[in-house]
């Protein structure tokens, strides 16, 4: 069993950064692939990012292609997702995901293993 906890969230304005970390626990964290989603109030959760098992492979939403930049870092068991620019359209819950394909373009599709309770970030204007 997987235990995902994210952080890092938070209330910014618009144009400022964050980094969320989500830090697994149990399993072997370097075969799992990972990644972001998130869920505004009254939406349906969607794919931010995804990373795989080696951490080679990427994949972004084009909403946030260019602003977000996830990472991983398997010695720490830990997953970044560095958020750059952020509009009032990024405001939502964020989790974090792990799927035991070790693939990115496994863990896009919303098909995870596992998932975080979530951290909110708020982006005012």
């Known amino acids: 069993q997987v235990r995902l906890v994210e952080s890092g969230g938070g209330l910014v304005q618009a144009g400022d950064s964050l980094r969320l970390s989500c830090v697994a626990s149990g399993g072997t964290f370097s075969s799992y692939a990972m990644g972001w989603f998130r869920q505004a109030p009254g939406k349906e959760r969607e794919f931010v990012a995804a990373?795989?098992?080696?951490?080679?492979?990427?994949f972004y939403a084009d909403s946030v292609k260019g602003r977000f930049t996830i990472s991983r870092d398997n010695a720490k068991n830990t997953v970044y997702l560095q958020m750059n620019s952020l509009k009032p359209g990024d405001t939502a819950v964020y989790y974090c995901?792990?799927?035991?394909?070790?693939?990115?373009?496994?863990?896009?599709?919303?098909?995870?293993?596992?998932w975080g309770q979530g951290t909110q970030v708020t982006v005012s204007s």
């Open positions: 995901a792990a799927d035991n394909t070790g693939r990115a373009t496994e863990v896009m599709t919303g098909r995870a293993d596992y």
């Open positions: 990373i795989n098992g080696g951490g080679t492979v990427r």
